[in-house]
Each structure stands twice: as structure tokens, then as C-alpha cells.
T-cell receptor, first 116, second 113 residues
Framework: QKEVEQDPGPLSVPEGAIVSLNCTYS??????FMWYRQYSRKGPELLMY????GNKEDGRFTAQVDKSSKYISLFIRDSQPSDSATYLC????????????????FGQGTILTVHP | GAGVSQSPRYKVAKRGQDVALRCDPI?????LFWYQQALGQGPEFLTY????????KSGLPSDRFFAERPEGSVSTLKIQRTQQEDSAVYLC???????????FGAGTRLSVL
């Protein structure tokens, strides 16, 4: 079983819909949680960055972290065709005693298409 | 440049050939990471550097993979005797310190025939 599980989709929604993307994880040491967006043949681009549990909002995007359930979500409101991309969740630990705490562990990615 | 630059963008290699992939991080970024992204998968960690020191190479899949960053800036990922299973996109990321945001390059797409 992978440390981070993400439904690969694909997910197809009409323009203006609310999109919900989710990841579950098994490693309780993860403290930092990120969502990246990746367009075709491009590198991942950071969308949201949160520490520990809670909610964070940035424009049309809201990230939620529930550490007790080991579950994170990204909500996209008023989705646009330009939001069509692969969305990757990523996380890392805060174990300062180790040597690998800088590395990110990614989910598989969810392919999202927003059609006009 | 303003972002992470990787070259070449595309590389086709015959099985058994050696390849070298280059990463130019954002100027001043001390931390540099390499990831491998197979088709339809998320990136997987390969190795990282703090300045010129390679602090973690636990993700390198075999001893055919080697990375260096001799002057603490540009990094090269070398794959010897390439195999078909090495076909993937190789992503480089840099950050201003080990725990800060990682900025990714566009990647090098390696195809081994």
C-alpha cells in the first residue's frame, strides 16, 4: 500500500461546478501538506500549502487537512476550463532528526477536465 | 532565469546508453531535489542536495543512477546503461532551504528504446 493514496479520476465537470479532490495517507509523521497543479508537459506548480490540521483559503481554492482521519481535500469553486490539469497532493514530515524530511511524497494525481 | 531550468527537455536513448540530465536551480537556492515521474503517476523522490552535499539518495532505484552538484549550483543526474523501465519524466526542484517551498522545472522526458 502506498503512503499517499489519491483517486486518479479522471474527473469531468461543467464550468462553474465545485470540484472536490481528496487524498488519504498512512504516515502520521506528515505535517506539511501541499496541492500542486500540473499542466500537460509542464512541471508541478504549487497551489496551496498548509501546516498541520485546519483550513486555508486562497481565492477560489480551499485546502482542508484532517490529521485525525489522515485525510486532505482541495475544493475549487466556480471551476474554469483553465483549471483543467492534473492535481497532485504532496506531503512531508517534520522529523528534524532524520535526513529525509525535505522530500515530498506525492499522490498519484487526479486528472480534472472542466468543460465549457 | 527566474525559474528552474532543465535540459534537455526530451531525450531518446537506446537501451544500454548512458544519459546525463541537467538542472539549473533558481539562483541562490541551496536545496535541490530530483524526482522521477512515470506516466500516469505522481513524482517519486530520488535524491536531494543541500549545497554540494548529497544528504539523501535513498530514492535512487539502482546503482546505475548517480547525481552530483559539485559547486552547489547546477546538478546533473546521470543514468548508466539505460533500461526501458527508466523511461519517465525526471523533475528537478529547488528551494531556498530544506523545509521551504519547492519550485519545479518542466522536466526532462526520457524515452529508452
Amino acid at each position: 500500500q502506498k503512503e499517499v493514496e489519491q483517486d486518479p479520476g479522471p474527473l469531468s465537470v461543467p464550468e462553474g461546478a465545485i470540484v472536490s479532490l481528496n487524498c488519504t495517507y498512512s504516515n502520521s509523521a506528515f505535517q506539511y501538506f501541499m496541492w500542486y497543479r500540473q499542466y500537460s508537459r509542464k512541471g508541478p506548480e504549487l497551489l496551496m500549502y498548509t501546516y498541520s490540521s485546519g483550513n486555508k483559503e486562497d481565492g477560489r481554492f480551499t485546502a482542508q487537512v484532517d490529521k485525525s482521519s489522515k485525510y486532505i481535500s482541495l475544493f475549487i469553486r466556480d471551476s474554469q476550463p483553465s483549471d483543467s490539469a492534473t492535481y497532485l497532493c504532496a506531503m512531508r514530515s517534520e522529523n528534524a532528526g532524520g535526513t529525509s524530511y525535505g522530500k515530498l511524497t506525492f499522490g498519484q494525481g487526479t486528472i480534472l477536465t472542466v468543460h465549457p | 532565469g527566474a525559474g528552474v531550468s532543465q535540459s534537455p527537455r526530451y531525450k531518446v536513448a537506446k537501451r544500454g546508453q548512458d544519459v546525463a540530465l541537467r538542472c539549473d536551480p533558481i539562483s541562490g537556492h541551496v536545496s535541490l531535489f530530483w524526482y522521477q515521474q512515470a506516466l500516469g503517476q505522481g513524482p517519486e523522490f530520488l535524491t536531494y542536495f543541500q549545497n554540494e552535499a548529497q544528504l539523501d539518495k535513498s530514492g535512487l532505484p539502482s546503482d546505475r543512477f548517480f547525481a552530483e552538484r559539485p559547486e552547489g549550483s547546477v546538478s546533473t543526474l546521470k543514468i548508466q546503461r539505460t533500461q526501458q523501465e527508466d523511461s519517465a519524466v525526471y523533475l528537478c526542484a529547488s528551494s531556498s532551504s530544506l523545509l521551504n517551498i519547492q519550485y519545479f522545472g518542466a522536466g526532462t522526458r526520457l524515452s529508452v528504446l
